[in-house]
């Protein structure tokens, strides 16, 4: 057999130089090998005839099933994985093939980069399907991952580990649905593991779940660019649905936690202090959603601060709804935010609201709808908040009026603020149903800011109002000023002002 591929080797050699557009095949086990013939160059063996060199990459000849020639071209620096039931195959173009090394043991696939040798990006295709398969990267230079269609549940850990610092693009193939899954007990961080900093594109869906602790852990930021506008679902995890260091920034795309035993997303800062938005959520278009949360846990909890600019954000939680350790900015977006036994939207310093539209529930006896621990700003924005207590602005400077009134108020009641036209008539400024079950015993607190509410001008807020369900409305916050058929029975009244006013 060694004399047989020696002697076709050697064959190859000598008329590979008038080849063109084609490839060269080497097989070893679940392993094949694209070498381009027209960059081959030279074919060695050692002086015993136990291996063969092509391209830098040595080949013991026993290993070695197959050599053969065939049309067509692989693309440079890529790899393809091919999952099928217990087994795996790899596929890799040999400019990379003596720097690139795969090691396959059933379904589960380890590659590894040789730090010294590369210096250019890799592109790795993951396909198909194992109940018992895994994929392990290790590597110092950025990397592009694409998943097309895949489908693996790891007995042994993580279902994908990329141990690589570097920036790490995630793209998820349109319309493809990939699905992961790790194994229970076991000592991996999450299902999918990214020990360096990830960018995630592509219209596919990533569909996770954490047997052992986190859907997806991450060691550095995590950002949902522009062009990703997929879906990254969390079915279930242990631990926190997403877990990240440094930051998150969401710009396009659906990250949706279903559920998980901890928090459903968390970002904690790196111990290098220098690293830029170091735990922050910067958020400017895109889809947060969260759940169910576990027990005492918060569904998004920032490290430090919270700058959300655009987007959507809908989060259930057990504690805390949107919770910051820093300073919360929320210029627009959409917002609701349900705790059951917190704040509904907490910052441990300063919160400051100048756009948006935004409904917050927090829980009944001294949990707030908006918390802002050192100062609350209100200068935009449609807010309907409500909890055993609402922080108040403290300032007056450039302040979108805001009114707050405390009574009992419990769910499916209708309520409708309105003023008067020169002529007496009622003007709806906007509407709101309490959609949460309060009890009727305790009085609670409610906070209204729209950019409709005048200083100066006198408002009647009414309870028992009839709503048209039909009209535009944001988690039953109406803000367009006519979805009231009937404005229901005077319940309060205040003149606005600023930084606020008590409707009594």
Known sequence: MKKTILTMAMLLATTLWCTAQQTMWVTTGPVRYAFDTQQVGRMTCNASGDSLTIQGKEFAVSDIDSIYIASGLMEYNTVLVDYADTCARVCMSGNIAGRVTATIDGAHVSVVQDSALINEEIFYTLAGESADGSFYHKGDFKITLILDSLTLTSSRGAAITIDNGKRIELQLNDGTVNTLADCPAGTQKGCFVVDGHTEI????????????????????YIELKKSFFGRII???????????????????????????????????KKQDTTKENNGQLLMSGGLVRVLKTGDDCKGIKIEDIA???????????????????????????????????????????????????????????????????????IGGGHIAAMGGLNSTPKTATVMQPVLTYTGKLTQDTNLVLTTTDDD?????????????????????????????????????????????????NWHSLYT?????????????????????ATLK
Do not use: W
């Not at 242990?238 to 968390?266: F, P, R």
């Not at 008539?425 to 800011?449: G, P």
């Not at 205040?494 to 930084?499: D, G």
């Open 307 to 377: 700058t959300i600019s655009g987007g959507t954000i809908e989060v259930s939680a057990s504690e805390n709804a949107l919770h910051a350790k820093g300073n919360m900015t929320i210029s627009g977006g959409d917002i609701y935010a349900y705790s059951a036994t917190g704040n509904a939207i907490n910052s441990a310093v300063n919160l400051s609201v100048t756009g948006g539209r935004m409904v917050a529930y927090g829980a009944s006896t001294s949990a707030y709808g908006l918390r802002g621990a050192n100062k609350l700003t």
């Open 201 to 220: 594109k592509g219209g596919g869906d990533l569909v996770l779940t954490g047997n052992t602790k986190h859907a997806f852990k991450g060691d550095e």
């Open 234 to 268: 969390v079915k279930d995890a242990v631990g926190d649905g997403l877990n990240t260091n440094q930051y998150i920034e969401v710009k396009a795309g659906s990250l949706i936690v279903e559920s998980c035993g901890g928090d459903g997303v968390q970002v904690d």
């Open 424 to 472: 007496g008539n009622a003007i709806e400024t906007m509407a709101f149903t309490v959609t949460r079950a309060y009890s009727s015993s305790k009085n609670h607190s409610l906070l209204l800011s729209s950019p409709a509410i005048a200083v100066g001008k006198d408002y009647t807020l009414n309870s028992g109002a009839t709503l048209d369900a039909d009209k535009q």
């Open 480 to 500: 367009t000023g006519d979805a009231a058929t009937d404005a229901g029975t005077p319940l309060a009244t205040a003149t606005a002002a600023t930084p606020f």
